[in-house]
């Protein structure tokens, strides 16, 4: 039998014909208004019901939790709160639920902390926060694919099981068959992969902008949306040991259009939630001002959510260079008063996120991409500048949250790849395909990863990364 959604019926003027819906009870009051929720929608659907029409034993089993279908009227509403709400002819109960035991979960009706969600994640999608934060999360990753496809470029699966390290950095995840209790062993007596199931090391890829490179160099414009895996111990709120990232790479274009790109694109993403996810954005709004009273003045966001939003859509992004941010950041108050916890004291340092976050949040106070930095601490393949000594990197840094994008031009010469390469101590035996792209037909390209749980974190206006993915994997965390 058919059922209609509730973001339907609320957009539909009340009608006198039968419909039926199926949803999980948020409440039931005065044993005549239930309050169902069917995921469609932050909003409930008040249906109302003569209790002496009822059977006392099905009456017993409506209960926050329960999941219903229930056929009535749509009729317009005689109480404040809802336009529309629907008169119960029949209740089919499809499964009950326990009160004793629902008052033990984050079912009940009361507020709980967004710790106690966390240790409850299978149940916390029947929560207004939560599930606003996921109907977000799937209207992003649609845009992000809408926003490539419009623009020409071809969706490309990069492989998750790789024998490469990308970023150089060795935080992976190891991909292994053997027998973790008696693994062959060579001739030095290391464990001897040549006998595992690919006959070589492998692991969980931690980005897939290598395998993006070979794309971007035959189809022109690719990018990738996947997960990515890093086995950093970063127990941060800003940090998962697997998270989605978004990378679109692209032939012949230099730093600068790269940078064009990035703001073009979190621009469109974000203005697209903004025209199609309204419910949900004003109720994750309304969730921060209340969260605020509870500060400090000083605490206080000093923009909406959506204000927030809007202000990154209308601005331009402030495009700063590294060497003009290590003067910024040595002179200014935080340092000079020893307030960081890193002191910035030399051209050369690595930024922490909290210099990050004082360039956007105090500084300029609207997003910056950071670009040329010294290429001590940055990753091989990004092309060496002029100067030999910074290369064509480029950071978005967000409020909030600091870097949310990581990109850059890549080095497409052969010798200055190469020489790199070795200095950095990157195996030219592992990368050959990769070297061999500057061999047959190079040319300039580049590229960037944006994160996406770092997006959802600052759509959303949520502190903790571990809330806007169904199920964080963090260190000491695989649960579910
Ligand atoms: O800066 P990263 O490490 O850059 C790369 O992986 C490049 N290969 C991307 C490219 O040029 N194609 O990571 C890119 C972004 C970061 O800016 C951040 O938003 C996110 O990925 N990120 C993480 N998000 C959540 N948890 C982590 N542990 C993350 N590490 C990086
Ligand atoms: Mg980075």
């Known amino acids: 039998m058919k059922h209609t959604e509730i973001a339907h019926i609320l957009q539909t003027e009340p009608t006198i014909n039968e419909l039926t819906i199926r949803g999980w009870v948020r409440s039931f009051r005065s044993n005549r208004f239930i309050a169902v929720n069917d995921g469609s929608t932050i909003k409930n659907l008040q249906c109302v019901l003569d209790f002496e029409n009822f059977d006392q034993d099905l009456l017993k089993d409506i209960t926050t939790g329960a999941c219903l279908e229930i056929t009535g009227e749509l009729v317009k509403s005689q109480g404040q709160g809802q336009a529309v709400e629907v008169q119960v002819s029949s209740i089919n109960i499809l499964g009950t639920a326990d009160p004793e035991q629902v008052k033990r979960t984050i079912l009940s009706p009361k507020r709980h902390s967004l710790e106690k969600l966390r240790e ?65 062993l060579d001739d030095k007596g290391d464990v001897n992969y040549k006998e595992d199931f690919f006959a070589k090391e492998t692991n969980l890829t931690v980005s897939g902008q290598l395998e993006a490179e070979t794309f971007a160099m035959g189809l022109g414009k690719v990018y990738t949306f996947g997960p990515t895996f890093r086995a950093e111990n970063s127990n941060t709120s800003r940090h998962l040991a697997e998270f989605w990232m978004i990378e679109p790479e692209v032939a012949f274009n230099d730093l600068a259009d790269n940078m064009d790109l990035a703001e073009d694109f979190i621009k469109y993403v974000i203005t697209y939630v903004l025209e199609n996810c309204q419910d949900d954005l004003l109720f994750l709004e309304q969730r921060l001002i209340q969260e605020d009273k509870s500060k400090p003045a ?34 200014c108050k935080p340092n000079k008063k020893k307030k960081f916890k890193y002191l910035i004291d030399q051209w050369g340092a690595d930024l922490q996120s909290e210099h990050e976050r004082f360039l956007v949040e105090k500084h300029f106070k609207c997003p910056v991409i950071l670009f040329d930095y010294p290429a ?25 949250i600091g870097e949310i994008v990581g990109g850059s031009q890549r080095e497409e010469r052969y010798d200055v790849l190469k020489q790199k390469m070795k200095a950095m101590d990157i195996s030219e035996e592992e990368l050959y395909w990769y070297l061999d792209l500057r061999k047959f037909g190079t040319c300039t390209h580049s590229g960037f990863g944006l994160g996406f749980e770092r997006l959802v974190l600052f759509v959303t206006g949520m502190g903790n990364i571990r809330d806007v993915i169904p199920y964080p994997r963090t260190p000491g965390n695989a649960e579910f």
């Open 120 to 184: 409850q994640a299978h149940l916390r999608v029947r929560t207004n926060t939560f599930g606003a934060v996921m109907r977000l999360r799937s209207k992003l990753s649609f845009a992000v694919h809408e926003y490539f496809q419009k623009n020409g470029f071809n969706y490309m699966h990069t492989p998750i099981i790789t024998g490469s390290d990308a970023e150089g950095a060795g935080e992976m995840f190891r991909v292994s068959a053997l027998d973790p209790k008696n693994p062959p």
């Open 376 to 400: 001590t601490i940055k990753a091989f393949y990004m092309r060496l500048n002029e100067d030999q000594k910074t290369v064509r990197a480029m950071d978005v840094l967000f409020p909030g």
């Open 298 to 331: 000083a605490q206080r966001q000093e923009m909406t959510l959506r204000e927030k939003l809007h202000f990154v859509v209308d601005n331009n992004f402030k495009r700063v260079s590294y060497t003009e941010a290590i003067d910024i950041l040595k002179n």
